[in-house]
């Protein structure tokens, strides 16, 4: 199987060890990983903030990239519940393009968040990683009420080895991120993610993982100006170390 | 309605920031939440998922039918209403509703005027107008009670007086009715139901909200918990009730649907504790209830509402307080904060539409577009899909500068440049060079010994992590050669 990586901007600046844990992951469980280097943004920060001809402008060039990655790949596979969300959206974006449309609808039938191409796709629950201690879950809003996973990133972090599992009180609450939002209205955002570390906290976890970098930037950035020893994960660096033999 | 000019919707903002600094009000938005959100879930459940799912489908197709064939539907209800000696005037605007409400008052020489609670009397603002017509409103809901004593608005569609606690009550009722001092529950509502019964007994004139208009029969339900709309609806001589024209439904057998799903996700209940099924003036036959009986049919913008293909779901609302009781950002802020009659997701739609984009451009955007409204609505209204529309009009709207506005000329600048830089890789690779540059003069070194960066608006609240020494399509490169 063949699949083609979209890495968030995100994810490519700030956290690009998501990004290599993801490829090695994949590569792991015996899938063929290209990237397409031309790759830039979703085009979802413009389109949440209201600004739809440029989130087009944008999404354009992404979506002829991933219909042309699709002439040779099987999947496009993102570790992101959000970026997957806004792509599923690009049919409605360009409803008045009828090529355009038909491309979007093709490439939404085709693309994947991480967790849910893992279970879904490829079967595999258990990816043969090991990780030491007690991990929470938090639910990233796109992917849980847009893409409706909530089990199989569950699963996958309950197989690995050494893991003890938490659940987070209020998990499919929102961290308070919300892209423009969080700087837009600072305050009403972090005090959103003060009641999110609250719980985080309570539930005495050594990381927390979320399949989204933006909210775990969201809660590490919180975690962090707290002096906080928990860590953020995103779910594709708690599944990278493979067993040790 | 008692608006001090400090809370708009325009200084969101501030409203906002005075919220979060308010540990009392902070205290009781989590609790009542907190308490409506759980209680909603466990009734949910066993309702079964799936058959709320139904009964969710079955509320928003009613509602889709009867909000497109409207004209009838309402034409229907109003005939069958005057058929059965009632009254029916169709109110353009608040101030024609207010105005009709106020001259029958004045007319039938009531002075007085007991009310249940309604966001309907909210909107049109119907307290001030009788006030000012020389009419003493009396609000009888214990919620809504609370707040005309304290002079201020209701905060929430259905638990008007969430954000005073129970301290803030025991203050209140000492002071506003010189009373001695108690913060016990049962006394303090005894103590309201007192004066509150007295005034039953001498009132001329009841008025009502509508939550549902039967077409077919002419009757309008009344759902409640405390009993005061049943007193209101059947001691004084005259009832007026005032509905929105979106409050129509076809017949008795859809109503049932909405019973089963109004209450559960207002508060958890099954049901509330009265029902009432309103169904024309007195007879010869009745021995009670009102010998005069109104119907205000309000449109205040609706019709307008109704022609507006993205929006027109927003005429769906049940008005539950689900999606408020939901709303991360509602849960912080509170009601007040909306600056207008209509808080939380539902309120940052129909705001904007009720009194003018320009004067509520800040509530679209007073959303993390999390999600959880639009899942928990009983009318499956796609609430974050209109945030998102609204936010879109107020962008493309470049004529809207008001002071909100003006702070985000800057963003739409920014969003032009960030779709040129997006463009292409290469841009895109530029601009990350150039952040990694610069990023040097913004560093500043944790309490952990970590590193981050001082970015505006981010940084004064949490941390923000640098921008990684190589990005992944760097290393992917050296891993690729
Ligand atoms: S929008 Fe939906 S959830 Fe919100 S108050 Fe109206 S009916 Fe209830």
């Known amino acids: 199987m063949k699949v083609s990586i979209f890495i968030t901007c995100l994810v490519d600046q700030l956290y690009p060890q998501v990004g290599m ?58 570790p992101s519940g959000s970026c997957v969300t806004m792509i599923r959206k690009y049919p409605e974006l360009f409803a008045d393009n009828a090529e355009l449309k038909l491309q979007a609808e093709y490439v939404r039938q085709r693309l994947y968040e991480l967790s849910h191409f893992l279970v879904e796709v490829l079967g595999v629950e258990d990816v043969g990683s090991e990780f030491e201690g007690r991990v929470t879950y938090h639910d990233s809003c796109h992917l849980l009420r847009e893409l409706g996973v909530s089990r199989p990133p569950r699963k996958l972090i309950n197989a690995v080895r050494g893991v003890e599992f938490v659940e ?47 909210c775990l930037m969201q809660i590490g950035g919180m975690l962090s100006r707290k002096g906080s020893a928990i860590r953020t994960l995103h779910l594709a660096e708690l599944l990278a170390s493979p067993v040790s033999k | 309605m008692s608006t001090d000019n400090t809370t708009q919707p325009e200084s969101f903002g501030e409203n906002s920031r005075r919220a979060l600094t308010n540990p009392l009000l902070q205290r009781a938005l989590t609790i009542a939440t907190v308490k409506a959100t759980s209680a909603r879930s466990v009734a949910v459940t066993h309702v079964g998922p799936a058959n709320w799912e139904q009964l969710r489908d079955r509320a928003h197709a009613i509602k889709k039918h009867t909000i497109e064939n409207l004209d009838f539907y309402l034409e229907k209800f109003a005939g069958n209403v005057e058929r059965l000696g009632g009254k029916v005037y169709w109110a353009q605007t608040a101030d024609d509703a207010c105005k009709y409400v106020a001259e029958l008052a004045q007319r039938r020489g009531v002075q007085e005027i007991v009310k249940s609670k309604s966001m309907m009397s909210e909107e049109i603002g119907l307290n001030h107008a009788l006030e000012d017509a020389g009419i003493k409103p009396i609000e009888t809901d214990l919620g809504e009670y609370i707040v005309q004593l304290a002079n201020e608005r209701p905060s929430h569609i259905n638990m008007p007086a969430i954000h005073k606690t129970r301290s803030d009550v025991a203050d209140l009722f000492a002071e506003k009715l010189g009373v001695e001092r108690t913060e ?37 339900v009344l759902v409640e918990n405390e009993g005061n709309i049943r007193l209101t609806t059947s001691l004084p001589r005259i009832h007026v009730a005032i509905m929105g024209i979106e409050k129509v439904i076809p017949n008795l057998q859809d109503l049932d649907v909405f019973l089963l799903l109004l209450s559960r996700s207002a508060s958890g209940q099954k049901m509330c504790s009265y029902v009432s099924l309103l169904t024309g003036a007195r007879s010869s036959q009745d021995e009670e ?58 309120g940052a739609v129909l705001t904007p539409q009720m009194i003018g984009l320009d004067r509520a451009t800040s509530l679209p955007f007073a959303s993390s577009l999390c999600g959880a409204c639009g899942d928990v609505c009983p009318v499956k209204i796609k609430l974050p899909d209109m945030l998102l529309h609204l936010r879109q009009r107020i962008n493309d709207n470049g004529h ?82």
Not at chain 2, 444 to 471: C, E, H, M
Request: proline letters at 4%; a positive charge.
């Open chain 2, 184 to 220: 016990e529950i049962a006394e303090m509502t005894a103590l309201a139901r007192r004066v509150l019964r007295a005034r039953f007994a001498e009132a001329q004139m009841g008025v009502t909200g509508v939550n549902y208009a039967i077409a077919d029969t002419g009757t309008i």
């Open chain 1, 21 to 78: 844990a993801m490829a090695n992951l994949l590569t792991r469980l015996r899938v063929e990983v290209t990237f397409n280097e031309e790759q830039t943004c979703c085009g979802q920060p413009a389109f949440n903030s209201g600004y739809h001809p440029e989130a087009r402008s944008v999404a354009e060039q992404m979506l002829r990239l991933f219909a042309r990655e699709l002439e040779s790949t099987d999947y496009i596979v993102a």
């Open chain 2, 400 to 481: 809207i500068k008001t002071k909100a506005r003006k702070r985000d000329r800057l963003e739409r600048l920014s969003f032009k440049f960030w779709a040129m830089a997006m463009k292409t890789s290469r841009r895109y690779r530029y601009v990350a060079c150039f952040g990694r540059l610069v990023q040097a003069l913004i560093r500043k070194r944790n309490a952990n010994g970590s590193v981050s960066l001082r970015v505006p608006q981010w940084s004064d609240t949490r941390d923000f992590p640098p921008l990684a020494r190589r990005s992944f399509r760097e290393q992917w490169r050296d891993r690729s050669h």
């Open chain 1, 168 to 214: 987070l009180d209020d998990a499919e609450v929102c961290c308070g991120f919300g892209g423009t939002f969080s700087v837009k209205h600072p305050e009403i955002s972090a005090a959103i993610a003060a009641e999110k570390v609250a719980c985080i906290e309570r539930s005495r976890a050594d990381a927390v993982v979320a399949c989204d970098a933006s």
């Open chain 2, 289 to 346: 209830g009102p010998d005069e009986f109104h119907v205000v049919l309000v449109d205040n913008g609706r019709v307008e509402m109704l022609s507006d293909k993205q929006l027109r779901e927003s005429l769906y609302c049940i008005r539950c307080g689900a999606c408020l009781n939901v709303c991360p950002v509602y849960r912080k802020i509170g009601g007040h904060a909306y600056g207008w009659v209509y808080p939380g997701p539902i």
